[in-house]
C-alpha cells in the first residue's frame, strides 16, 4: 500500500517538474530567485528530451510500484502518462526534437526579455518625472 502511495506521489512530482521546466521561465518574470532552479531542470529536460534518455525518476517510480504489487511499465513516463494527452498519434522522433526545440525557444525568449528587455532602471531615475 505504501509503496503504491508513494509511485502515486512520484508521479505526481515528475509531471509538476515537467510543468516546471516547459513554463517556468514565466514564474520568473516575477520571481527572479526561480531561475536557479528552472534553469538546471530545463538542461535536464531538454538533455532526456534530446537524447531519448529515460528520466531517472522513472524506473524509481517502476520499481515502488512492482513493490507495491503492481506492473511496471516499459519507456519512460512522459510515453507512458503523457504521450495520449499531449502528443499526437504518430509522433516520430523529428517531431519530438522539434517539440524539444520549441521549448527551449519559448524558454529562451522569456529569459531574453528578463534579462534584456526589462532591465532596471538605474536608482537615480526612479524619481524623476
Request: charged fraction near 10%; hydrophobic fraction near 55%.
Amino acid at each position: 500500500m505504501w509503496f503504491r502511495f508513494l509511485a502515486d506521489i512520484l508521479a505526481v512530482f515528475h509531471f509538476s517538474f515537467i510543468i516546471f521546466a516547459v513554463l517556468g521561465c514565466f514564474l520568473s518574470i516575477w520571481w527572479r530567485r526561480i531561475i536557479w532552479f528552472h534553469i538546471p531542470a530545463v538542461v535536464l529536460a531538454a538533455l532526456i528530451e534530446f537524447t531519448g534518455w529515460i528520466c531517472p525518476l522513472t524506473p524509481l517510480e517502476n520499481l515502488l510500484r512492482i513493490k507495491g504489487g503492481e506492473a511496471g511499465y516499459p519507456g519512460g513516463f512522459v510515453k507512458h502518462y503523457i504521450f495520449a494527452i499531449v502528443y499526437p498519434p504518430g509522433l516520430t522522433r523529428e517531431i519530438q526534437v522539434a517539440l524539444g526545440v520549441f521549448v527551449v525557444a519559448i524558454n529562451l525568449l522569456i529569459y531574453c526579455y528578463i534579462f534584456i528587455a526589462r532591465k532596471p532602471k538605474p536608482s537615480w531615475t526612479k524619481n524623476i518625472h
